[in-house]
């Protein structure tokens, strides 16, 4: 078998989303595994999917848990890197949660595949996923973090209940999943509604724009950063 | 191969959970599913893990699709039945979205294997699920019909979140499987939160206790009808 490597002609013409080589393997894997099933998808199948053979795939991931672990952390990096960021940020709990609700929710919709229906696969348990799992449970205790913050501001009504704004915005996977397309109510009933069940009662829309705010302003600063 | 039929002695001795072969082949299959996969199990798996020959599952259910759909029966049910149940009785709305919640939140956690996790499979989307998918989906609406009803009698502030309490209670298959155990205070939390998260703004130990009152009361008059 002729090795077909970066930069040679390609089997066929590109047809896959995606800019580079990299890309187009992450794309093809993220539609199979979608709509497959992780288990009954192979390296073989993903390269066939992108029009490159498995020896040109091979180069660029390892093994299929190395592409299962790239696409995983596509679905939290930028959740997590915000909710960092929020940490630091002066302004009200509720206003932070519902930015970093709203903005998660927005990428979860958004995403091209709805790679969160992967979480529940049993290969995710595996010490192969540890520190995918590591990550995601940052980012799962920043949103309890700020939960209990509103919690605590609306009168401590609601004893564990933070644990569940983080599971409510997950739910937009189920949605996904059940609809067969990505729910366009989802951002803008999902972060009220997180506030609601932590006991909170203020003005709703008056947080909702200044999280929005907070959201672009963080957006804007990285671009003039970049 | 010599056919080992029922009332035929067995290859070992049983050791699953289950009083007939059909439940322990259901337990067995409910195992492999949820910790190596749907896909990755085939029925002579199953057979294997019974202590059965792959000609004796043949007896009780036809393919592997057969177990799944039993097995996904059993998640929904008994929710389902208390859904049209309560769909005529007299109690306020806040107090029957309650006891569903309390009593579905109940069945996800105690049964054996966490077999919600197999609501995401791309198998499920198949014409094969049809039904069971078509029964989930009444069981939503009885859930989006109570949570309505709770919406209007709190001043109707929450349009669109009708739709977040199913969603808030299945919730409860994602933390079993991250947490690898069932939640200890899902039951007691969810339904509170998935009332809140609508506006409503009662008082949650008095719902609280008519809920658990007209479950346990529906259990009754069940016994006494058997």
């Known amino acids: 078998m002729t090795h077909i490597g ?9 047809r896959r989303q995606g800019q580079t080589p990299r890309a187009e393997i992450l794309d093809a ?3 199979l595994f979608t709509t497959k099933g992780y ?5 073989r199948g993903i390269a066939d999917a992108v029009g490159i053979r498995q ?10 848990d190395d592409i299962l672990d790239a696409l995983l952390a596509e679905t939290i990096t930028a959740a997590l890197e915000l909710a960092e960021r929020l940490t630091g940020s002066p302004e009200p709990a509720p206003v932070r949660l519902y930015a970093l609700a709203w903005f998660d929710v927005r990428q979860l919709c958004t995403a091209r595949w709805n790679l969160g229906a992967l979480y529940l696969v049993p290969e995710l348990r595996s010490e192969r996923f540890a520190d995918f799992r590591q990550r995601r449970d940052d980012l799962r205790r ?24 983080f599971r409510l915005v997950e739910s937009v996977i ?6 067969g397309a990505s729910p366009g109510y989802a951002q803008r009933v999902i972060p009220g509604a997180v506030l609601r069940l932590l006991g909170w009662r203020g003005d709703a829309e008056q947080v909702r724009k200044a999280a929005i705010r907070l959201v672009e302003g ?9």
Chains 1, 2 share one sequence.
């Open 174 to 179: 189920n949605i996904r999943s059940d609809e």
């Open 6 to 14: 970066p930069g040679r002609p390609r089997l066929e013409p590109r």
């Open 39 to 43: 288990g009954s998808t192979s390296t």
């Open 142 to 165: 920043h949103y309890e973090a700020l939960a209990a913050a509103v919690v605590a501001e609306a009168g401590g009504v609601a004893v564990g209940s933070e644990l569940l704004p």
């Open 55 to 64: 020896a040109s795939l091979y180069h660029h991931f390892a093994a299929k």
């Open 29 to 31: 894997a993220a539609e």
């Open 218 to 226: 963080i957006d804007q600063s990285d671009r003039e950063n970049d």
